[in-house]
């Protein structure tokens, strides 16, 4: 490892999730909060060894006795940049669905879904917590309870959901990992030279393999690969081209980091705005965002059975 980071060392004291057990430790270990999110991706960018074997998976069942290292650049885990992120008060307008066991959301661009390493920052978790609070009924000493199923990127926007009642969470969170929540998107591109519209119908599938491309060090950036990797599906779309620009609704049938943008950006598709995987700019109009929107969930609620589907409505950009 470079001269910059510090080694920590650890032996686990019990059998759980190697993110749990790292959310639990770091932040004691260096007397400082560290989101969630910043531990997922220290696993994920190969600075986590169990047994001396690097292990990128966040879910990773450590065993007790286990020997665990965390590699960490100091300088980057406690420095986040804090964007122009916009002002936001959740409404009862914003709530795409409510139950006592589920809410849903429609996020707007330009806000994290959870607590980053800033403090004051503002996210939509926080932001249902509080309406929650204010709306509830009767009087609460304490702050709700909102679990995160889900993350959206701070420039997406779109269906969000969060669980009010803890012992739905493995119901939901397997419905995640198994894929039976439909999660449909709608992209705006722009595309490139090498893009041959000849080879695609309006509708098409996209499956290969993915994993992270970029240095553990730089911005997380994932690739198709040939070798190792995580298998990665979508279906997409083509609604409408106009203005030099392709409208595609994308429908996730695997959950990867960054699917529909790799994908997309693969066949010389890349979204506006998404500079990380050759995005086209100079779309002054499309307020220089990641033109990405979750247009929609569909699944089973685990205690009623009854079929929900969610619709947020397509922002003007994206129409």
């Known amino acids: ?184 998107y709608r992209a705006v591109c722009a595309c490139i030279k090498d893009f041959n519209a000849n080879r695609f119908n309006k509708d098409f599938i996209i499956e290969n393999y993915i994993d992270r491309i970029s240095a553990s060090s730089a911005p997380c950036k994932m690739g198709i690969v040939k070798q190792g990797g995580l298998y990665a599906c979508t279906k997409f779309h083509i609604t409408k081209i106009k203005d030099k620009l392709f409208y595609v609704d994308c429908t996730l049938l695997t959950g990867r980091t960054h699917q529909i943008r790799v994908h997309l950006s693969s066949i010389g598709l890349p979204l506006v705005g998404d500079s990380l995987y050759g995005g086209a700019k100079g779309f002054e109009q499309l307020n220089n965002r990641i033109m990405l929107h979750a247009h929609s969930l569909e699944f089973m609620h685990p205690v009623t059975n009854e079929c929900i589907k969610v619709i947020a409505p397509l922002p003007a950009l994206f129409e």
């Open 1 to 184: 490892m470079q001269d910059n980071f510090t080694c920590l060392k650890w032996i686990c004291n019990r059998d759980c999730k190697l993110n749990i057990f790292l959310q639990d430790t770091i932040p004691k270990e260096l007397n400082i909060n560290v989101s969630n999110s910043k531990i997922r991706r220290l696993i994920i960018s190969g600075n986590i060894k169990v047994n001396g074997v690097q292990c990128r998976l966040p879910a990773f069942i450590v065993k007790k006795g286990s020997h665990i290292e965390a590699f960490i650049d100091k300088d980057k885990l406690f420095y986040e940049k804090k964007p122009n992120d916009i002002d936001f008060v959740l409404k009862k307008d914003d709530v795409l669905f409510e139950d006592e066991y589920l809410i849903i959301v429609n996020k707007p661009a330009f806000i994290p879904t959870e607590k980053t390493i800033v403090a004051d920052r503002l996210n939509m978790h926080q932001c249902v917590v509080d309406y929650l609070y204010k709306s509830s009924p009767i009087p609460l000493r304490n702050p709700p309870y909102a679990g995160i199923m889900h993350r959206l990127d701070r420039e997406t926007s779109g269906t969000l959901l969060f669980t009010k009642k803890r012992a739905i969470n493995p119901a939901i969170h397997n419905m995640f990992e198994q894929h039976t929540i439909q999660k449909s």
